[in-house]
């Protein structure tokens, strides 16, 4: 079965500072793996996707994240956060299989990031 | 590119009203449309999966009854929920897409309100 998880549910951290935000996924097969970011009241945003080509990718906003197949992770971060990276963060796994192609959402990272 | 325009953003009207929610992409053509439902402070819910000129696939519990679904063309696809309810009132979001492997392009989303 195929499955993501977004290991904690907000993260904080001052501005300036690092930003990580942890995701791990189960697939039995390659996937696509994506992180999206959602201000309040808003649809989400493709920071960055990666589709079996290099392990490590650079979104937009100075976003990167580093797809490691032997942990089956896909972290995001990066190196200086700003107040208005604070938001929702979704990591999403997608791949096709027999039944078809299916998207999975993780339940979401919140971000706050303080002064 | 890539750009999902979702109308209206909000609505807010009375018990027993249809509300009709638009969704389209406005420089590519989308294969596939999504309808997600938002409860506050959680992850998406995939409601349906629409493709151009066939009939929208639900997922297991949503009434398709109650949340009509049209993809008329490769720009458009519409969701109407029919006799609405307070129950009903939540953030719902479209998305559409190229291809099966590549990301989803998101609208910002209609803050539905039922009194």
């Known amino acids: 079965a195929q499955s993501v998880t977004q290991l904690d549910s907000h993260v904080s951290v001052s501005e300036g500072t690092p930003v990580l935000l942890r995701c791990n996924y189960s697939?039995?097969?390659?996937?696509?793996l994506f992180w999206y970011v959602q201000h309040p009241n808003k649809g989400l945003q493709l920071l960055l996707k990666?589709?079996?080509?290099?392990?490590l990718v650079k979104g937009i906003n100075g976003f990167e994240a580093e797809f490691k197949k032997s942990e089956t992770s896909f972290h995001l971060t990066k190196p200086s956060a700003h107040m208005s990276d604070a938001a929702e963060y979704f990591c999403?796994?997608?791949?096709?299989?027999?039944?078809?192609?299916?998207?999975?959402f993780g339940a979401g990272t919140r971000l706050f990031v303080k002064a | 590119g890539a750009v999902v325009s979702q109308h209206p953003s909000r609505v807010i009207c009375k018990s027993g009203t249809s509300v009709k929610i638009e969704c389209r992409s406005l420089?590519?053509?989308?294969?596939?449309m999504f309808w997600y439902r938002q409860f506050p402070k959680q992850s998406l819910m995939l409601m349906a999966t629409?493709?151009?000129?066939?009939?929208?696939?639900?997922e297991q519990g949503v009434e398709k009854d109650k949340f009509l679904i049209n993809h008329a063309s490769l720009t458009l696809s519409t969701l109407t929920v029919t006799s609405a309810h307070p129950e009903d009132s939540s953030f719902y979001i479209c998305?559409?897409?190229?291809?099966?492997?590549?990301?989803?392009?998101f609208g910002d989303g209609t803050r539905l309100s039922i009194l």
């Open positions: 998305s559409a897409k190229v291809q099966d492997n590549q990301p989803q392009h």
């Open positions: 697939s039995s097969y390659s996937p696509s």
């Open positions: 990666y589709t079996s080509a290099a392990t």
């Open positions: 999403v796994v997608s791949r096709g299989n027999t039944g078809g192609f299916k998207t999975i």
């Open positions: 420089d590519f053509q989308a294969t596939t």
């Open positions: 629409s493709n151009e000129g066939s009939k929208a696939t639900y």
